[in-house]
C-alpha cells in the first residue's frame, strides 16, 4: 500500500502539519459560554483570528432563526446553518475576513452574546466558519 504525505507526517509524529504546514492556533473561548460581557464597556477590537459577527438570519424581532419565512423550532436550532455579517475581525483574521462581509456557520460553533448593545452577536474562531456568503438578487 502506498503511503501518503498524511501518513509520512504520522510516523514522524507530526500527524497536526499537512503539506508541511501547522494549522493556526485558535484562542478556545469554549469555557466562556453563558457568561456576560460587561455592558458599561465598548468592544473596539478583537484578537487573532476571532470574528465578531452579528446574526442577520432572525426575525429581528423575537430574534428567531428564520429560514425561507419559517421559523426553525427550538429543538432543531442545534443543526442549523446561520449566517451573519462580520462586524470585527481580529489581527490573525484572512484578508477575505473583512467587516461587512457575511459569513455561514454551524449554529453550534462560537460563544453567544445576547442582546449586547440591544443586537446579537457571536464570537467565533475564523476556523469555525465555512463560507462566505451573499445574498442572493
Known amino acids: 500500500m502506498r503511503k501518503t504525505t498524511g501518513d509520512h507526517l504520522k510516523d514522524k509524529g507530526l500527524e497536526d502539519q499537512i503539506h508541511g504546514v501547522a494549522p493556526q492556533k485558535s484562542i478556545d473561548m469554549t469555557s466562556y459560554a453563558g457568561t456576560d460581557i460587561p455592558a458599561e464597556w465598548d468592544i473596539v477590537g478583537v484578537t487573532g483570528d476571532i470574528l465578531m459577527v452579528e446574526y442577520v438570519d432572525t426575525d429581528g424581532e423575537h430574534e428567531e432563526i428564520v429560514r ?7 429543538a432543531m436550532q442545534h443543526k442549523v ?3 451573519g455579517q ?11 475576513a473583512v467587516e461587512g462581509s457575511f459569513i455561514m456557520f454551524p449554529n453550534d460553533k462560537g460563544i453567544p452574546l445576547s442582546k449586547f448593545g440591544g443586537k446579537n452577536y457571536i464570537f ?8 462566505f456568503v451573499e445574498p442572493k438578487k
Not at 467565533?124 to 463560507?131: L, P, S, Y
Open 81 to 83: 446553518w446561520r449566517v
Open 124 to 131: 467565533i474562531n475564523e476556523e469555525r466558519i465555512f463560507a
Open 86 to 96: 462580520i462586524m470585527k475581525a481580529g489581527p490573525g483574521a484572512s484578508e477575505q
Open 68 to 74: 425561507n419565512g419559517i421559523i426553525i423550532p427550538k
